[in-house]
């Protein structure tokens, strides 16, 4: 599978892959540092797939919140993968920042239905990722 588009139609992509995306994977978000290089780290990621919207829950002051902050409102590139033995999907796209009480709320209410309830945290933001390009073999 690899699927490349402003806005690619993850609806379209079937069964298999939404239900991949909503099982309970660890997966990993990859942003890029101010020197070129990769910084990978484990996530919980939710998948909107109408929308084509990855989120990830994290503390303002994380290195990768920090990351995609700086990249302003252009957002960052960004790659978030998921595997579970041959099956495997990565999505890429543009990261930026959400904080907003809403934007929280809903990125916690979506990570509840695919993990469990989140610690509370004051500090919580969302990285957005505006999904453009989906990699895998699901």
């Known amino acids: 599978m690899l699927v490349g588009a402003t806005r690619p139609d ?3 992509l079937g069964e298999g892959f939404d239900a ?3 099982e309970r994977h660890l997966c990993t978000l990859t942003t890029v540092r101010s020197d ?3 910084h990978v780290v484990p996530v919980g990621v ?3 797939a109408g929308t084509a919207i990855a ?5 303002r ?3 990768k919140a920090r990351l995609v ?7 960052a590139p960004a790659a978030v993968c998921q595997v579970d033995g041959r099956r495997w999907s990565t999505l890429e796209g543009r990261a930026v920042l959400r904080d907003t009480p809403e934007e929280v709320a809903d990125a916690e209410r979506r990570y509840t239905l695919r993990y469990r309830a989140p610690r509370v945290n004051p500090d919580r933001v969302v990285i957005e990722i505006q ?3 989906v990699l895998g073999n699901v």
């Open 10 to 12: 993850l609806a379209g």
């Open 20 to 22: 991949f995306w909503h």
């Open 36 to 38: 070129g290089t990769p």
């Open 46 to 48: 939710t998948l909107d």
């Open 55 to 59: 989120r990830v829950i994290t503390s």
């Open 61 to 63: 002051g994380s290195y």
């Open 69 to 75: 902050a700086a990249a302003g409102p252009a957002g």
């Open 131 to 133: 999904v453009t390009r």
